[in-house]
């Protein structure tokens, strides 16, 4: 049996996951052994997105949350509410508003309505998810369009409201790089000014083995919790592939003439590319063990490599190697090394 990382970490911070309703089904049992042994903290991977649970106008489908919750209280789980607010994964009737009055009314309603939902229920609410340009600008959004930068004080406004138990915070990717750190400052010191609650920076952590930005990580968690908040890693993976792109990048023929070269471990993850993974994750964690006092949670985005969204991204089908388990559901040479780390620290 292996052992397990809420046990190592217990006095340092929460060990978190992504979780899905396929993973706590009968028909997982060897995610949902993992789950259950190893973590004492999930977050919905989709559940949650206003995409899933709320379709049309007034139609809600809180039933796979409900499970999840229902399931996170039975294994003694902290559960992470993703997201309230986010500019994707919004249902098409959203995307068909065109006068701020109808956006409004999604957004407060909305709110409302999971927010009130899950009272008591989640520990704390990724309040607004995504709101920044990589050079700290905000993001062009319908709701940055219709309502203005406001929208991120209104939404904790809303959250304090009818959730005023959970913790409010603001999650985002690359918050530890310094252009869009300071974004995330500037808006944080908006709500806060405006006498609204924020209480933690969720920085996701989707970082790459060959561009690990450790230096920016720990002035990323001093300078968030300077402001008086709690900071908590969000949606930690380490990609060991190349991304020489961005997502978004209109030439699929490039894409799909890079392919081969951007797949280079289909037949398994070299010893070395293994290590170095290991190694990456055992840097992350020396920090995180270093700020323990204002780190209230580490979450992996996913409980083993074969479910990871980055097989997926930025082009589907690829193998990659991101997280702590194997895709048989065994424990890496990264988990052993986490393991490890702790005895000594
Ligand atoms: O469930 C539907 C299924 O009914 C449908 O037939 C199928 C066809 O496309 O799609 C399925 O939904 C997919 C969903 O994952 C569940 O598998 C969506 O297409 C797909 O876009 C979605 O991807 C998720 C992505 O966010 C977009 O929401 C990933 O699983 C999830 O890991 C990823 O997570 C995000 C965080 O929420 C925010 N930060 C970045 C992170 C990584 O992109």
Known sequence: KAPALKESFKDDFLIGTAINEYQILEK??????????????????????????HPEWNVYHFDVTDKLISYAKRNKMKVTGHTLVWHSQLPAFVHRMKSADSVRMFFNSHIQTVASRYRGKIDSWDVVNEALNEDGSMRTSIFYEKLGEDYVTDAFRLAQKFTPEARLYYNDYNIEQPAKRAGAIRLIKKIQAAGVRIDGVGIQGHWNIDNLPLKNIEDAISEFSALGLEVAFTELDISVLPTPFKSNE????????????????????????QKKLA????????IFLKHRDKISRVTVWGVAD???????????GRTNYPLLFDREFAPKPAFYRLINLKKKN
């Open 279 to 286: 190694d990456s994750y055992e840097k992350v964690f020396r």
């Open 250 to 273: 209109a030439d699929v023929g490039k894409k799909a003439r890079y392919a081969a070269t951007l797949n280079p471990y289909t037949a398994g993850l070299p010893d070395s590319v």
């Open 28 to 53: 997982d049992p060897k995610s949902a052994k993992i789950l259950s042994e190893q973590f004492n903290a999930v977050t919905p991977e989709n559940a949650m997105k206003a995409e899933e649970i």
């Open 306 to 316: 074969g479910v990871s969204w980055l097989n997926n991204w930025p082009i589907p």
